[in-house]
């Protein structure tokens, strides 16, 4: 890239070209007029596919989808303030997960500022509280300088979110040279310190101790060296409700999902003495209850954090694993029998969990029905499973979509409750135009079921008024009742509604025997 | 009120009696776990109406179309920061409109926030871009004078969004007393020198006067006084591109709008010598192009405000009308024929202008095709017209569902485009639900079309690869098509396509001659 100094074209094409030289080659994208100068740049300059998204946090969302599956970042390119800011939910969740990721977000010119045109806005105020990094380019001269910076920043381990303000004038200006991609900052080293006590804890505290994983812990190199560990010692392994990427099914080592509700959480906890922390955080309670806990690990409870998110948590648990010779166990295949008796989370679970495809990728939004599927999953054919990490709803869809594009020859399941999926439901259109291989399972309960029961939970149900049922309405989804089947068909997926066990294992088998986008409205 | 002082309740009832004490008595909601106690007080208070929105930008939107049409805040009820994130778009436009508008979103508990838990993040950070006054309220002893302030801001004249965050143990916990309203601040006095230095331009310049106008101007009042001084001195008459509110047809006086692109802004005001100002700012340029003009009033034209946004522009008007005897010229009603051709924004204008009943709400959100509507609604029966103030696609829709609760006896006709409806989709669902009296026209041109004109315009299409259509791939809806009839029909809208004139005319007549939600796709 070193002759590239030399080499003069406009802001947006050495934007790209930085991007492209940094092997950043997927930009999910809706644009509008102020990004015109990148989108004939996405045209001339070759290396970079562009995938068009109908709304904003379809865009980040499939962004989100891409990096955990890549491993890499994409870009995103969003169209002023606003446009960020419909994009800015899936930001969160994608915080959430440290995934890696470019927002190229384009401005008003710099000389048009002075305006205060109708789409001005704070566009730097927007991006904040999402971003680890945030820059506003102002000449063409440096913005492919930025552009590597803003890549070095996404990649910064384990992964975070760059924001690159665009204005359109240092778009369109010449006099701009693309930039030499730059070294990210890796994982840091664990200490040796944190490796000896996290050896005390699993040899004294044994089945005691448990070790709450999160990262690239909890795929294949740190899962086995975990599951040594586990083996030599009986020291439980845990993962978050909602970790990013999990590792799942036969062959890999198995890891407790902890559960959601606070007092399952701490239930699942008590009998911990010692917990070691691998990438993530000591459990907490999702939300604040009256009365309840929040802190969820046991009074007295040691707590080691043999990794921090920023550190290498895979060679500290291989530093930890190498005191140990057991092997680990790894999880045998079980495929439920095909299911009889109501169509429901668990008999859904069974047929998903029976004809899921190795190497799939499970996308799972699906809320209040995820436990059946996550029991049956467990020892399945192995495959990966990606949850809504900053539990900002209306993830799922887009996250599939992003996957798909990240891993073409694998075959994705999105698992997902009706409320959520309206969010981003345009979601479905992209699937249909970029033919991405996702079968869309609805559970279709006409609700937001969560909040019924969280209405209990959180002790409001007692304050209702007597006969009004103003605040049931509010969790309420019929009336009318939403038609997944004509929302996919208006968007270009076949579809179709199920109402029993047997038309749900048929609709999905024919759906993994084919590629490309299909959804099934599962009444419940 | 003053007895309420010494009336205990839980921190969500006294927020709730502050809003309806301060006659903010509709609630656009979706609500998640943080707000359990909200949505109980919404049951057991009486006098707020609550509306559903399955997606934040729809709640918004609606509640920038009922501040519009009720001229009075509503209130919104938003789960956290990315619930919040969800409806920013549609706030940055409320802004531009001056609406007011009370946010209340949703946080963890004080208690909580300690832990970081996923749905943790900086809300104050997310509200700040879009809204006059932030606050996060931090005890239920004091959330009642907070609501009450809250709604004080929303006041201000003309309009402000004001956003309360409501940590949901504030809410929960007891000991809190809803506070009386306050009194908002009106508009300020426009200076005697200002009406004076109008009086002398009207004067002098005459035709070559033009007085741009914008809020409260544009309603009956401000338009006959202005009417009034036009026919006195052939002075023009003029609004923004994108006025928040707009009363046209038979029997108003007629104002222009102002163009679009820039060189038909310039072209425009080219013969004006002096501009003056009524609660709006001088035009600049929607966008800045490559060599092209952003600031588009002649140079050496003079420039009076007569009254800043925050002055009271219709005193101003009728202060200047004060100095002239002539009366104001209404539109007559001219009624186009049922026209023949082809289906295109101006047959589809003509038919609506047609059989528009009277005092209609128009939500325009027709992009490339509000031009054929907009000259031939001109001379229909009167209406109000709603523009996309902000420029942030994706209001139309739940401005027109917010309108029509604000009135209830009045037809609601939304324009649209189907790139820009696509954003906030979910709006057709609310409207089926409370059974709104809105027709829904969307033009199907199945493109980003403005975007299309804007490749060329910004100069970028000259800068596209040969034989690479990756950069008009980006403009393009079809592949697959938008299918609105499975759309709207998916959420309990009934909707038809049309194809010809004689499809549509009778489509919309039968539309006008009925209540409740309905859609009609135009191919065009």
New interface residues.
């Given amino acids: 890239m070193g002759g590239t100094r030399f080499f003069f074209v406009?802001g947006a094409e050495a934007l790209l070209r930085t991007l492209v030289a940094a092997d950043v080659d997927v930009c999910f994208?809706n644009?509008?007029?102020?990004e015109?100068?990148f989108?004939?740049?996405?045209?001339?300059v070759p290396g970079m596919r562009?995938v068009?998204g109908?709304?904003e946090?379809v865009v980040t969302g499939m962004a989100d989808g891409y990096a955990r599956m890549a491993g890499k970042p994409p870009v995103t390119l969003l169209h002023l303030?606003?446009?960020l800011?419909?994009g800015?939910?899936n930001l969160?969740?994608a915080r959430?997960a440290a995934s890696p990721i470019v927002n190229v977000v384009g401005d008003?010119?710099v000389?048009?500022a002075q305006?205060?045109?109708?789409?001005a806005?704070?566009v730097v105020?927007?991006a904040?509280?999402?971003s680890a990094w945030v820059h506003s380019a102002v000449s063409a001269r440096t913005v492919g300088a930025d552009t590597a910076r803003a890549v070095q920043a996404a990649r910064q381990y384990p992964g975070q979110i760059a924001t690159l303000i665009l204005p359109?004038?240092v778009a369109?200006n010449e006099g701009a040279s693309p930039a030499a991609a730059l070294a990210p900052v890796g994982p840091a080293d664990v200490s040796a310190d944190a490796v000896a006590a996290a050896v005390a804890a699993v040899r004294s505290a044994g089945s005691r101790a448990a070790i709450l994983m999160r990262g690239q812990a909890l795929q294949d190199r740190g899962l086995r060296a975990a599951g040594r560990i586990a083996a030599a010692t009986g020291a439980r392994l845990l993962c978050d409700t909602?970790a990013p990427r999990l590792a799942r099914g036969a062959g890999r080592v198995a890891v407790e999902r902890l559960p959601y509700f606070a007092e399952q959480l701490v239930e699942s906890l008590s009998t911990i003495e010692h917990l070691i922390i691998v990438g993530s955080?000591p459990p907490?309670?999702?939300?604040?209850y009256?009365g309840k806990p929040?802190?969820c690990t046991p009074e007295g409870a040691a707590i080691t954090y043999l990794a921090h998110a920023h550190e290498d948590g895979v060679a500290g648990l291989e530093a930890v694993a190498a005191e140990f010779s057991a092997k680990p166990a790894p999880v045998e295949l079980v495929l439920p029998d095909e299911p009889e008796g109501p169509l429901n989370q668990f008999t859904i679970g069974q047929v998903v969990a029976r004809h899921l495809p190795e190497n799939a990728i499970v996308s799972d939004e699906g809320a209040t029905n995820s436990l059946g599927p996550g029991l049956a999953l467990a020892t399945a054919r192995p495959h990966d499973h990606l949850s809504l990490?900053?539990?900002?709803i209306?993830q799922g869809l887009p996250l599939a979509g992003g996957a798909a594009v990240a891993c073409p020859d694998r075959k994705v399941v999105c698992l997902h409750g009706d409320?959520g999926a309206?969010?981003t439901?345009?979601s479905l259109?992209t699937q249909?135009?970029e033919n991405l291989d996702v079968t869309t399972i609805i559970f279709s309960n006409r609700a937001y079921s969560?909040?019924q029961i969280?209405?209990s939970r959180?002790?409001?149900?007692d304050?209702?008024?007597e006969g009004?049922?103003?605040?049931l309405?509010?969790f309420d989804?019929s009336?009318?009742?939403?038609?997944?089947?004509?929302?996919a068909?208006?968007?270009?997926v076949s579809a179709v509604r199920v109402h029993d066990v047997a038309e749900f294992s048929s609709a999905f088998r024919s759906a993994m025997n084919q590629r490309g986008p299909r959804l099934i409205e599962a009444v419940l």
């Avoid at 009336?479 to 929302?487: A, C, H, K």
């Fill in positions: 406009n994208a644009p509008g007029t102020s015109m100068h989108v004939a740049a996405l045209d001339r562009a068009l109908l709304f946090g303030g606003p446009g800011a419909n800015l939910a969160h969740n959430r008003h010119a000389t048009h305006y205060d045109a109708p789409l806005s704070d105020g927007f904040r509280p999402v359109a004038d369109w909602f955080k907490v309670s999702f939300f604040a009256p929040g802190w990490t900053g539990g900002s209306g409320g309206m969010y439901v345009q259109w249909a135009r969560i909040l969280e209405l959180t002790g409001a149900r304050l209702l008024g009004d049922d103003k605040a309405s509010m989804l009336n009318p009742d939403l038609d997944w089947v004509q929302l068909g208006g968007m270009g």
